[in-house]
């Protein structure tokens, strides 16, 4: 939605989507302000069997020839997130480095059996019902990268090295000083196996036992998979210190972030991290792990860890240290301000009215997929 906000002044920006379209609702999520008389059609495929699936490599490859049916009259064809091999000039988002298969198999932390069951067998068929343009966009478009660690990675892949533009971290946030924050920390984001909470909890649980009173706030939304069950119960079992938030928007979500003094992540191999600038836009410093895009993110040694046990020291290190965490403050609150979506839609306008110039072109195209 921030690629439409960015474009829809300056261009005919047409929007095609896979899905439902729901303008209001995209708006409320990702807090941008695009009305429907600024877009141009929004294109649906009309492809009974599109209509039908919900999702899926068989799916995505219907979707890539319907994209590469409608992309001749366009000038530009933008992926908003991962390629499409559109047939013609385009520029693509990669949101995480799961847009190439070898990428996408070495990020797993599946067995390789399960690569080639699901990843070599239903992928391949998705792709072959898709087909090929001749034209393979590695070699002809455009990338831009979520992060330098996304486009280091994907660079092998690309004649041309990715661009990077950090994507837009929209909210406000109010602005509480240091000392009225509560001394606790917040774990953000979805809540799922990928992001480790267990070891967030086990890392501020030996926190605790060096003397340090913090208390955890986890937000994200639960849902009935075992493993949320799992976070449920440890949550439970350390109710005296852990608040169980769970799913939070809006301006509520916005005056938590800003009344907690730090934050911490335990996922690792993030392409970006939105969470994590999410929170130091909110002046939050977060403790984020080495592996992945948060290290650039934070840009502070003091608050990068290798395991729990670096954790633990690097995060006792802080709190036993009033004036460092002023420093880590205000660093974080200029880094975040690199966030704000007026920055990212700078940068995609001077992009690609440079990519434009370079093609001699006026009419864009996006795809949401």
């Known amino acids: 939605m921030w690629l439409l906000q960015a474009l829809r002044d300056d261009y005919q920006v047409d929007f095609v989507t896979r899905g439902g379209w729901d303008l209001d609702d995209l708006n409320h999520c990702a807090g941008t302000h695009v009305t429907g008389e600024q ?20 799916w995505h490859g219907l979707f890539l020839r319907y994209c590469r049916r409608i992309a001749p009259p366009y000038d530009l064809c933008i992926t908003a997130s991962r390629v499409v091999d559109w047939g013609v000039p385009a520029v693509h988002f990669l949101s995480d480095v799961a847009w190439h298969r070898a990428l996408r198999l070495r990020k797993s932390q599946k067995k390789w059996f399960d690569h080639v069951r699901w990843d ?39 004649k041309q090295p990715p661009v990077v533009i950090y994507p837009a971290v929209p909210g406000d946030f ?22 480790k909470i267990e070891l967030v909890i086990a890392t501020l649980e030996q926190v605790r036992a060096l003397g340090h009173a913090i208390r955890l706030h986890l937000v994200g939304a639960f849902d009935k998979t075992p493993y949320a069950r799992q976070i449920e119960a440890l949550c439970e079992a350390q109710r005296h210190w852990i608040v169980l938030q769970r799913a939070v928007y809006g301006e509520r979500k916005a005056a938590l972030l800003s009344r907690c003094r730090f934050g911490i992540s335990a996922c690792d191999r993030e392409a970006f991290g939105i969470a994590t600038a999410e929170m130091m836009r909110a002046g939050i410093v977060p403790f984020v792990p080495r592996d992945g895009a948060q290290p650039e993110v934070v840009q502070e040694e003091a608050l990068i860890y290798q395991d729990v046990q670096d954790a633990v020291v690097r995060i006792d290190a802080v709190l036993r240290s009033k004036s460092r965490q002023a420093e880590l403050h205000a660093a974080m609150v200029r880094r975040g301000a690199a966030f704000k979506p007026e920055h990212f839609c700078a940068a995609i306008r001077e992009l690609v009215a440079k990519h434009l110039r370079s093609l001699n072109k006026l009419q864009v195209v996006s795809a949401h997929s």
């Open 39 to 58: 877009l141009g059609q929004v294109r649906l495929p009309a492809h009974t069997l599109l209509k039908r699936t919900t999702g899926g490599a068989l």
């Open 120 to 158: 070599n067998a239903y992928s391949h068929l998705g792709e072959l019902l898709g087909g090929r343009s001749g034209r393979p966009p590695v070699l002809h478009d455009l990338f831009v990268a979520n992060s330098q660690w996304t486009a280091q990675l994907s660079a092998e892949f690309c």
């Open 174 to 195: 109010p602005d509480v000083p240091w000392d009225a924050r509560e001394n606790a920390f917040i774990c953000l984001g979805r809540i799922s196996p990928v992001k």
